[in-house]
């Protein structure tokens, strides 16, 4: 099944709906955090400078893919930020946003002239977001902040790998990832007490706490055990078995039998029933104790089958197993696509004039998100949002003078 097919609609509206926000923030927390938001309505305005957000440069065939998945609904206005005339004009812009999101090194927003003691004189109820790596205190404010240093930093990649081989980083976005989301969540309790009392205020968002936060208990687990969690690459610590096998015709499976009923109906399942009283896996701490063992016996089983014939065999069972998909096979899968979890929207940059992202994500029952429009061209939208704020003279001069681009 193919993903399905949706058409934007300018005229679409969800549930936040009249919330402006202005985006000033660069590559992914930011615009993970904004496009939430604007996939329910929100009107998320871009503010770039004239080489635009960087995540326009990262390209694939010559396609912006990123930004075009992160930043639809989006508006964008393109100003000369190094400009003084641009920052009175950010300044305007505030005054009649609810929110604000930057993810400048700290102290950058102070020097340009933007920090949010000035904002708020302007506009009390704003809540703004600043997104760091380190945060805006403490002794590493000033250092770099890129997702990379905070996945090792947190102990993620201390952990993920296996115990023979060096530490992995994930390969997709994870901190920058959170980050966004917990923002997203965190942004609209801001909202909701400046909504109740009329009191703004300013969100010191991290890369670093929303993984650090995903990585507990370890530090309990530490202090009791005095033992560092081993690399395990895909078993778990926990709760075995959990792993993932190959089957005969090369595909692979993730298999999880965490509880006691599940086991013992696994080990039924591949005419085991003789190890529900082994002393070696008789009990989950029998099973951790002895995983390479009992790993050894399932991976076996699924080596003889093909990844059909294990996942029905299983699946029959009632064995919690799944195969392990890649981008290709999701393409492909009937579940994302009745689901949505992949759609496709018009495109004329990718082959065939369709381009495939994402679907809404989370799903509301009332306010279900909306595709208002394409991640927008650079300063796309300038006279429609600056033309009714200043007026088409002043636009015009700024145009003129330099501090509003075109892309």
Same mark, same amino acid.
């Given at each position: 099944?193919?993903?399905?097919?949706?058409?934007?609609?300018?005229?679409?509206?969800?549930?936040?709906?009249?919330?402006?926000?202005?985006?000033?923030?660069?590559?992914?927390?930011?615009?993970?955090?904004?496009?939430?938001?604007?996939?329910?309505?929100?009107?998320?305005?871009?503010?770039?400078?004239?080489?635009?957000?960087?995540?326009?440069?990262?390209? #694939?065939?010559?396609?912006?893919?990123?930004?075009?998945?992160?930043?639809?609904?989006?508006?964008?206005?393109?100003?000369?930020?190094?400009?003084?005339?641009?920052?009175?004009?950010?300044?305007?812009?505030?005054?009649?946003?609810?929110?604000?999101?930057?993810?400048?090194?700290?102290?950058?927003?102070?020097?340009?002239?933007?920090?949010?003691?000035?904002?708020?004189? #302007?506009?009390?109820?704003?809540?703004?977001?600043?997104?760091?790596?380190?945060?805006?205190?403490?002794?590493?404010?000033?250092?770099?902040?890129?997702?990379?240093?905070?996945?090792?930093?947190?102990?993620?990649?201390?952990?993920?790998?296996?115990?023979?081989?060096?530490?992995?980083?994930?390969?997709?976005?994870?901190?920058?990832?959170?980050?966004?989301?917990?923002?997203?969540?965190?942004?609209?309790?801001?909202?909701?007490?400046?909504?109740?009392?009329?009191?703004?205020?300013?969100?010191?968002?991290?890369?670093?706490?929303?993984?650090?936060?995903?990585?507990?208990?370890?530090?309990?687990?530490?202090?009791?055990?005095?033992?560092?969690?081993?690399?395990?690459?895909?078993?778990?610590?926990?709760?075995?078995?959990?792993?993932?096998?190959?089957?005969?015709?090369?595909?692979?499976?993730?298999?999880?039998?965490?509880?006691?009923?599940?086991?013992?109906?696994?080990?039924?399942?591949?005419?085991?029933?003789?190890?529900?009283?082994?002393?070696?896996?008789?009990?989950?701490?029998?099973?951790?104790?002895?995983?390479?063992?009992?790993?050894?016996?399932?991976?076996?089983?699924?080596?003889?089958?093909?990844?059909?014939?294990?996942?029905?065999?299983?699946?029959?069972?009632?064995?919690? #197993?799944?195969?392990?998909?890649?981008?290709?096979?999701?393409?492909?899968?009937?579940?994302?696509?009745?689901?949505?979890?992949?759609?496709?929207?018009?495109?004329?940059?990718?082959?065939?004039?369709?381009?495939?992202?994402?679907?809404?994500?989370? /799903?509301?029952?009332?306010?279900?998100?909306?595709?208002?429009?394409?991640?927008?061209?650079?300063?796309?939208?300038?006279?429609?949002?600056?033309?009714?704020?200043?007026?088409?003279?002043?636009?015009?001069?700024?145009?003129?003078?330099?501090?509003? /681009?075109?892309?």
């Amino acid at each position: 099944m193919s993903p399905h097919r949706h058409s934007f609609d300018p005229a679409a509206t969800g549930a936040l709906q009249g919330l402006r926000v202005l985006d000033l923030s660069r590559l992914v927390a930011g615009n993970m955090l904004t496009k939430v938001l604007a996939d329910h309505g929100a009107e998320v305005v871009k503010l770039e400078p004239p080489e635009g957000d960087t995540l326009r440069a990262w390209r #694939i065939k010559g396609v912006s893919t990123t930004w075009k998945t992160l930043s639809r609904n989006k508006l964008s206005v393109c100003l000369a930020l190094r400009d003084p005339a641009a920052i009175e004009v950010v300044k305007r812009m505030a005054a009649e946003a609810s929110m604000l999101v930057e993810s400048f090194r700290p102290g950058v927003l102070e020097a340009m002239g933007l920090a949010p003691e000035v904002l708020l004189a #302007i506009n009390p109820r704003l809540v703004i977001i600043r997104i760091s790596g380190w945060g805006q205190d403490g002794p590493y404010r000033h250092k770099p902040g890129f997702g990379t240093l905070v996945e090792g930093y947190a102990g993620f990649a201390a952990v993920n790998g296996f115990a023979d081989r060096e530490p992995v980083l994930p390969p997709m976005y994870m901190a920058d990832g959170y980050a966004g989301l917990y923002g997203a969540a965190t942004a609209m309790i801001a909202l909701r007490h400046a909504e109740a009392t009329g009191q703004g205020q300013v969100i010191d968002l991290t890369l670093f706490d929303p993984i650090h936060v995903m990585m507990e208990p370890q530090h309990a687990n530490w202090q009791l055990t005095g033992e560092l969690k081993p690399r395990t690459g895909s078993r778990s610590t926990n709760a075995v078995p959990r792993n993932a096998y190959q089957t005969r015709d090369g595909g692979w499976v993730c298999l999880s039998a965490s509880t006691q009923g599940m086991t013992e109906k696994l080990f039924r399942s591949i005419g085991r029933a003789d190890l529900i009283d082994d002393p070696r896996f008789r009990t989950n701490a029998d099973r951790v104790r002895h995983g390479e063992e009992l790993d050894a016996i399932i991976a076996g089983y699924i080596a003889e089958r093909s990844l059909a014939e294990t996942l029905a065999h299983f699946d029959a069972a009632g064995v919690t #197993i799944g195969p392990i998909m890649d981008a290709a096979m999701l393409a492909e899968d009937d579940y994302v696509a009745a689901r949505e979890a992949v759609i496709e929207v018009p495109d004329e940059e990718m082959p065939g004039g369709w381009l495939p992202m994402h679907g809404m994500v989370p /799903r509301l029952s009332a306010t279900p998100g909306i595709l208002a429009r394409p991640a927008p061209r650079l300063g796309e939208h300038n006279e429609a949002v600056l033309g009714p704020l200043l007026g088409e003279a002043a636009l015009a001069r700024l145009r003129e003078s330099g501090v509003v /681009r075109e892309g």
